[in-house]
Nanobody, 118 residues
């Protein structure tokens, strides 16, 4: 099992930045990739970004590319999501999820709330 804990959310103003953290524990050696997802009020959960922990690559939803950056610190078993130039439409609960190679995202954190005021 892999346990994930997100942190770093909060209430900010439009144009501000936030860095979310996703700390993993447990069978972290089995984790191949980590993704960030978000669910805005009244909307479906959507993919934000993902990273493979072997350094193969990073992936973003097109609409967020350039404002959001995903990175990892493998020594700390932590993945980050740097969010810049935040907009009110970025308001959502942000979740990180982990997957093993050739599997779906099986492990999820509890989420961290981000509220962007105009």
């Amino acid at each position: 099992q892999v346990q994930l804990v997100e942190s770093g959310g909060g209430l900010v103003q439009a144009g501000d930045s936030l860095r979310l953290s996703c700390a993993a524990s447990g069978r972290t050696a089995s984790v191949y990739g980590v993704g960030w997802f978000r669910r805005a009020p009244g909307k479906e959960r959507e993919f934000v970004a993902a990273i493979t922990l072997n350094g193969v690559g990073t992936f973003y939803t097109d609409s967020l590319k350039g404002r959001f950056t995903i990175s990892s610190d493998n020594a700390k078993n932590t993945v980050y999501l740097q969010m810049n130039s935040l907009k009110p439409e970025d308001t959502a609960v942000y979740y990180c999820a982990a997957r093993e190679a050739e599997r779906q995202y099986d492990y999820w954190g509890q989420g961290t709330q981000v509220i962007v005021s105009s």
